[in-house]
């Protein structure tokens, strides 16, 4: 799995959009760039994941540079239920290697 | 569907004590693992699975070991605790390997060695 450099924490107001950035220069070409958050001390939740292209689901976006060599995850309209700790990882799927994550507080 | 079940929840053992982890999931899914989380730190792999009857090691499985008799079940065994396995355990599953299918997470299991 690559290597992945992310800030350890950030703050953003309720209802604004929340940008984290990761670096993962170390992905090889058949990684996946895979982001989940852990919020308390639940399991890990999936957020969204890609492999070249920029993609959006209901919960995020994801915007991969065109070298792969990082992300940034956009919470459209952070609410108080995304305080978090978000992780990014590079990965063909299974084998997950978290590392500390940034850990995301929204501010009312 | 329940998704991934754990349990118990939460556990305390004393040092030399055995145990054993339950995971099942009941989304037919292929890929299941087993991570452990320290204070303060990310997931580390410790075993997984990749579908019935196959195991294989991850980052640090010494201390452990895991069995996949049934697609639904992958349980996690400690032969001999050790304070050092103090940690919250995570079992996973992902529909199948390769697929880059994400992977659907339990709640956790604390567990505290005396």
């Known amino acids: 799995d690559a290597k992945t450099t992310q800030p350890p924490s950030m703050d953003c107001a309720e209802g604004r959009a929340a940008n984290l950035p990761c670096n993962h220069s170390t992905i090889s070409g058949n990684e996946y760039v895979y982001w989940y958050r852990q919020i308390h001390s639940q399991g890990p939740q999936y957020i969204i994941h890609?492999?070249?292209n920029n993609e959006t689901n209901e919960m995020a976006s994801l915007i991969i540079t065109e070298d792969r060599k990082s992300s940034t995850l956009i919470l459209p309209h952070a609410t108080l239920r995304d305080t978090a700790v978000y992780y990014c990882?590079?990965?063909?799927?299974?084998?997950?290697?978290f590392g500390t994550g940034t850990r995301l507080t929204i501010i009312p | 569907n329940a998704g991934v079940t754990q349990t118990p929840k939460f556990q305390v053992l004393k040092t030399g004590q055995s145990m054993t982890l339950q995971c099942a999931q009941d989304?037919?899914?292929?890929?299941m693992s087993w991570y452990r989380q320290d204070p303060g730190m990310g997931l580390r792999l410790i075993h997984y699975?990749?579908?019935?009857?196959?195991?294989d090691q991850g980052e640090v499985p010494n201390g452990y070991n895991v069995s996949r008799s049934t697609t639904e079940d992958f349980p996690l065994r400690l032969l001999s605790a050790a304070p050092s396995q103090t940690s919250v355990y995570f079992c996973?599953?992902?529909?199948?390997?390769?697929?880059?299918?994400?992977?659907?997470f339990g709640d956790g299991t604390r567990l505290s060695i005396l």
């Open positions: 699975s990749v579908g019935a009857g196959i195991t």
């Open positions: 890609g492999l070249k």
């Open positions: 989304m037919n899914h292929e890929y």
């Open positions: 996973a599953s992902s529909y199948r390997t390769g697929s880059s299918q994400p992977q659907h």
């Open positions: 990882t590079g990965s063909r799927g299974e084998k997950l290697t």
